[in-house]
């Protein structure tokens, strides 16, 4: 899979519209994705969701093609992207999620501003 500077514009702009999204609805939790067409079939949704801990940004990877997952490394590529760094120690969560019949995506959910803590 190669990402071009097309595919690279819309997930600029994809990411600045969801975290608009999420800065201006600051109290839904999981506002809706903004969601990106990628080559060989890939799409990738992103969102910014507002949790106890602070403010996390979660990715969807995922194929059209009924029955097909996206490969190891589509998802690294496609992750690194959207700006994720799979090999950085931070908070991050990961799991498969079937969006309908024969349709799964790769769920990547990671801590990107933590809510400071109280003084009080």
Do not use: C, K
């Not at 931070?90 to 349709?103: C, G, N, S, V, Y």
């Amino acid at each position: 899979m190669v990402i071009g500077e097309a595919e690279r514009t819309a997930i600029d702009a994809a990411v600045a519209q969801a975290r608009s999204l999420a800065d201006r609805n600051t109290s839904a939790e999981h506002p809706h994705p903004v969601h990106v067409r990628l080559p060989m079939d890939h799409r990738a949704a992103i969102s910014f969701e507002r949790h106890a801990a602070g403010l996390y940004r979660h990715l969807w990877i995922y194929v059209e093609t009924p029955g097909s997952l996206p490969s190891m490394s589509s998802i690294r590529l496609i992750a690194q992207e959207f700006g994720f760094d799979l090999a950085a120690t931070i908070e991050r969560h990961t799991w498969m999620e079937q969006l309908a019949p024969e349709h799964h995506a790769v769920n990547i959910l990671e801590m990107h501003l933590r809510t400071p803590r109280s003084a009080a």
